[in-house]
T-cell receptor, first 113, second 117 residues
Framework: DAGVIQSPRHEVTEMGQEVTLRCKPISGHNSLFWYRQTMMRGLELLIYFNNNVPIDDSGMPEDRFSAKMPNASFSTLKIQPSEPRDSAVYFC???????????FGPGTRLLVL | AQKITQTQPGMFVQEKEAVTLDCTYDTSDQSYGLFWYKQPSSGEMIFLIYQGSYDEQNATEGRYSLNFQKARKSANLVISASQLGDSAMYFCAMRGTGTDSWGKLQFGAGTQVVVTP
């Protein structure tokens, strides 16, 4: 079975531009998580969804960040406008509610110049 | 609030030897899960092993075992017979079941392991 799929794998953009990161969870999984990894802050949860509904977005840094999950097989994380401090690796993970393990995608490495 | 502490920033281990990675945690949840993930230099996060707080047996997955000591709030990862491919960053993580902690994986800072021939 395919794992979690993320695109793009790498993104380089200029400050002020809109960035959209995409995620396809493992088929059948009904929980989806967005994480950000930086050297300074490590791995931190941004937001997570259960059955396409956002449950906790307390980790979203500010209003420039937004996430959607229009259906069970697709989610986006959008940054508008982007800033250099948003440079990080963004991971999407999915799990089956009731099971503990979260499976991570390969990540999107974002560089904002 | 939950907290995960990994006190070993890095360590070297010789091939074929065993290595223990330390992890301590703090939580007020009665039920929780503990995880270890591996992140090689290529960047992906690979799930290794899981231990539930009510599991009486220590979890094992191949060469990985989790030394769970609930009273001491520790969940150390033991890698037996190290291989060169084990060189990576290893993260300990916890997932609680409380209102504020459910669904959230709280990660430690990680331990960099380098396996030498």
């Amino acid at each position: 079975d395919a794992g979690v799929i993320q695109s793009p794998r790498h993104e380089v953009t200029e400050m002020g531009q809109e960035v959209t990161l995409r995620c396809k969870p493992i088929s059948g999984h009904n929980s989806l998580f967005w994480y950000r990894q930086t050297m300074m802050r490590g791995l931190e949860l941004l937001i997570y969804f259960n059955n396409n509904v956002p449950i906790d977005d307390s980790g979203m840094p500010e209003d420039r960040f937004s996430a959607k999950m229009p259906n069970a097989s697709f989610s986006t994380l959008k940054i508008q406008p982007s800033e250099p401090r948003d440079s990080a690796v963004y991971f999407c993970a999915s799990s089956l509610r009731g099971e503990e393990t979260q499976y991570f995608g390969p990540g999107t490495r974002l560089l904002v110049l | 609030a939950q907290k995960i502490t990994q006190t070993q920033p890095g360590m070297f281990v010789q091939e074929k030897e065993a290595v223990t990675l330390d992890c301590t945690y703090d939580t007020s949840d009665q039920s929780y899960g503990l995880f270890w993930y591996k992140q090689p230099s290529s960047g992906e996060m690979i799930f290794l092993i899981y231990q539930g707080s009510y599991d009486e047996q220590n979890a094992t997955e191949g060469r990985y075992s989790l030394n769970f000591q609930k009273a001491r709030k520790s969940a150390n990862l033991v890698i037996s017979a190290s291989q060169l491919g084990d060189s990576a960053m290893y993260f300990c993580a916890m997932r609680g079941t409380g209102t504020d902690s459910w669904g959230k994986l709280q990660f430690g800072a990680g331990t960099q392991v380098v396996v030498t021939p």
